[in-house]
C-alpha cells in the first residue's frame, strides 16, 4: 500500500516536470477563458468567398469538434448565448484574444466550483386528463 501511495505521489511530479511555461500559460488562458474572464471575437470566413460569416465578440469560450465548433458567450448581464456553426472545407473559424490576460506559468489553475456539486432539477410531467368524464 505504502509503494502504490509514493507512486501515485511522485508520478503526477515526473509529469509536470515536462511542461515548459508555454504549455502551463496556455491551459490557464484556457481555463480563464471557460470561466468567462477573456474577451475574445470569434469569425467564422467562407475561403472561397472571402467573407466573413458571422463574428462574435465577448468573452466566449469555445469548443470546436470535427466538424463544427460551438461557443458560449457572457453577456454584459450576466446572460449566456450559445452559438453553432458547421465547418466545411470552405468555412473556417478563428479566436483572437483581444486583450492580454494575466496567468501564472508556475502553476496549474484549478477552480472549484461548489454549487456545481449541488445539480439544479427539473421535473417534467405530462398529465393525461380525460374530459370524458366531466
Known sequence: MKKLLSVLTFLPLVL??????ADVASRNLSKAAD????????VFYNGITGEYILSVQGRCSVQAGAR????????DEGRYVKHMLGL????????????????????????????AIIPDINIRSQLIQDDSNY
Open 68 to 75: 463544427s465548433v460551438a461557443f458560449v458567450c457572457k453577456d
Open 35 to 42: 470561466n468567462f474572464e477573456v474577451y475574445r471575437r470569434v
Open 16 to 21: 509536470l516536470m515536462g511542461c515548459d511555461d
Open 88 to 115: 466545411s472545407d470552405n468555412v473556417t473559424y478563428f479566436s483572437e484574444q483581444l486583450g492580454a490576460q494575466d496567468v501564472s506559468v508556475y502553476q496549474y489553475r484549478v477552480t472549484f466550483k461548489p454549487d
